[in-house]
């Protein structure tokens, strides 16, 4: 009994841990214009005046050009060379925030969280008010085990954005760990609200409840998972086992 329990409790994390593993890519992306042959001949005192132009202004022609090519690298899932491009890109245009961006992306899926907390707090820190940043950051930070800091970070990214349910799931999971139950059960539910036929996320909850000890309301969620899926056979294993008591 035992034994089958803690399986159906580390398929239903291990659910959970794939969802968390996921990071919010940004809607905005940069429109790359063709090159004209007249602004290839552009001297470096001309660059130099688009360079320091600000953010909205058009960036220096070479980090354009690299950048164009670094995302065709990132999408291809060649993310070494995309993050050496990308860190050309940034070297000629400090505030290139789509460069940024995918950079710290990179880092994320590369597990390198140290280096994906820099690069988000340089994008926040330099004006970009982003709730994807933030959300992101959340994430760095959460690996890291900073798990105050990875809150802040997340209710902040609900605070500019409620509108993705992962934000809540990803901000339950760091109340629970910093033993905050009447939270984490809060943002679970909320999830759930935006995104009522997400199994995942009722599994979760439903895990996170019989972990509480709140049997009947887990019942409750296990049967939403059947009632969309009645074959799914983790919800009706942790059925049965509960039925077991």
């Given at each position: ?9 580390a ?6 841990i ?20 007249k ?61 940024l ?6 880092y ?12 988000f707090?340089q ?7 982003d ?5 992101n950051?959340?994430r ?17 990214a609900?605070d ?13 999971e ?7 139950k ?9 999830a ?5 036929r ?12 019989i ?13 939403k ?7 799914n056979?983790?919800a009706?294993?942790?059925?049965k086992?509960?039925?077991?008591g």
């Amino acid at each position: 009994m035992e034994i089958i329990l803690i399986l159906i409790a580390a398929a239903v994390i291990g659910i959970f841990i794939r969802r968390l593993y996921l990071v919010e890519e940004h809607t905005k992306s940069l429109r790359i214009k063709p090159i004209t042959e007249k602004e290839s001949r552009l001297s470096k005192v001309s660059r130099m005046i688009y360079k320091g132009a600000g953010k909205l202004a058009p960036r220096t022609l070479e980090a354009k050009i690299i950048y164009s090519r670094a995302v065709k690298h990132y999408e291809k899932g060649d993310m070494e060379e995309a993050e050496k491009k990308l860190i050309q890109v940034t070297a000629l245009d400090e505030n290139f925030t789509d460069a940024l961006h995918k950079l710290g992306m990179i880092y994320l899926k590369q597990d390198q969280f140290g280096k994906a907390e820099a690069i988000f707090k340089q994008l926040i820190y330099g004006g970009e008010n982003d709730a994807v940043f933030f959300s992101n950051l959340g994430r760095a930070l959460y690996e890291q085990k900073k798990y105050e800091e990875a809150l802040e970070a997340y209710l902040k990214a609900i605070d500019l954005d409620a509108t993705r349910p992962g934000r809540f799931v990803s901000a339950a999971e760091v109340y629970r760990r910093l033993d905050n139950k009447e939270k984490a059960a809060e943002m679970y539910k909320k999830a759930i609200e935006l995104d009522e036929r997400n199994i995942d996320y009722l599994l979760v909850f439903a895990q996170f409840l019989i972990d509480d000890g709140k049997i009947e309301q887990a019942k409750e969620n296990i049967a939403k998972v059947t009632e969309f899926d009645p074959e799914n056979e983790t919800a009706n294993e942790m059925m049965k086992e509960i039925e077991k008591g």
